[in-house]
Nanobody, 125 residues
Framework: EVQLVESGGGLVQAGGSLRLSCAAS????????IGWFRQAPGKEREGVSC?????????SYADSVKGRFTISRDNAKNTAYLQMNSLKPEDTAVYYC?????????????????WGQGTQVTVSS
């Protein structure tokens, strides 16, 4: 059974940093496309960052987070991360990780099969 568990969300002041974790179980994350998404109240879910697989050094970022967020994987821990720096109030949302065997363009949430429960990120001004 595929399971994804996000953690690391919280309340932070503008300009601060958080690192989100997505612990995977039931499958080897190494081979999978993984994406980070977010959804703010009243808005559609949007792609934040994604990684096609560990064997492809291909990552994508939404324009709004380029230069501030970094996606990474730790294959030994079967865990993916989203390092978020220089946070802004508009980054406030519930953040989700999701996986699929392989999907490109990986920032499109419609392509994903399995989702975590989400973690709240709140950035105060």
């Amino acid at each position: 059974e595929v399971q994804l568990v996000e953690s690391g969300g919280g309340l932070v002041q503008a300009g601060g940093s958080l690192r989100l974790s997505c612990a995977a179980s039931g499958f080897p994350l190494y081979h999978y496309t993984i994406g980070w998404f977010r959804q703010a109240p009243g808005k559609e879910r949007e792609g934040v960052s994604c990684s096609l697989s560990s064997s492809e050094a291909s990552t994508s970022y939404a324009d709004s987070v380029k230069g501030r967020f970094t996606i990474s994987r730790d294959n030994a821990k079967n865990t993916a991360y989203l390092q978020m720096n220089s946070l802004k109030p508009e980054d406030t949302a519930v953040y989700y990780c999701a996986v699929v065997g392989y999907f490109d363009p990986c920032l499109n949430p419609a392509g994903y099969d399995d989702w975590g429960q989400g973690t709240q990120v709140t950035v105060s001004s």
